[in-house]
């Protein structure tokens, strides 16, 4: 595995690099500002694929996110980053990557005061053809299920608290990714 398999970029507080951390290690109590990404998954009747997060995950275990999200490695581009995790967190390619919010940005702390704080550029992207359906990694994900948008963005007006604060964080994009692919008469 290489050297850099399992480091963060760690950003200053103009989104510019300036070093590493663990992965593991850097999401605490006081977590530095770092790199990260999100990806909705869309698929050709016009649904996304939302994600629930394994209750093993040390923040947000168990809450209902994008389709799956995580870090660059150094040196990585972040579309890259997107693609190998793909392929970790549901086995699938993807394809069709386009920016949904490219300088999304937050900061958050769950109830066990584990703070994620990241510039998280968000995309959308579909299966690939010939990709497998979504397969779930256990350690990861704890199930999925593809929704309309506009449910899902009625899911975030109602029920923030059972969602990611990243996913809420997202309605600008997740409206966009409506109109992309639910588009009016």
């Known amino acids: ?17 300036i070093g590493t951390a663990p992965r593991e290690g850097v999401h605490t ?6 790199l990260a990404f999100s990806c909705h998954l869309v698929d050709d009747a016009g ?21 799956f999200c995580g870090h660059p490695r150094p040196d990585e581009a972040v579309e890259d980053a997107v693609r ?3 392929r970790h967190e549901l086995g699938i390619e993807v394809s ?3 920016p949904l919010l490219p300088e999304f940005r937050y900061r ?23 990709s497998p359906d979504p397969a779930p990694n256990p350690d990861e994900v704890a199930e999925l299920a593809w ?6 963005l009625r899911m975030v007006e109602r ?16 409206r966009r990714l409506a109109r992309v692919v639910q588009p009016g008469p």
């Open 108 to 130: 958050a702390v769950d109830a066990a005061g584990v703070v994620e704080n990241e510039v998280c550029p968000v995309f959308s992207a579909r299966l690939a053809p010939g």
């Open 96 to 98: 069709d990557l386009a």
């Open 1 to 17: 595995m290489p050297e850099t398999a399992d480091l963060v970029v760690l950003l200053d507080d103009d989104g510019a690099p």
């Open 47 to 67: 649904r996304t694929l939302v994600s629930r997060r394994a209750l093993g995950k040390r923040s947000w275990p168990g809450v209902w996110t994008n389709s």
């Open 159 to 174: 029920t923030p608290w059972a969602l990611s604060p990243w996913l809420v964080g997202q309605v600008e994009g997740l």
């Open 29 to 34: 109590t006081d977590t530095p500002l770092h």
């Open 84 to 86: 190998r995790h793909g």
């Open 147 to 152: 929704v309309e948008v506009d449910d899902l």
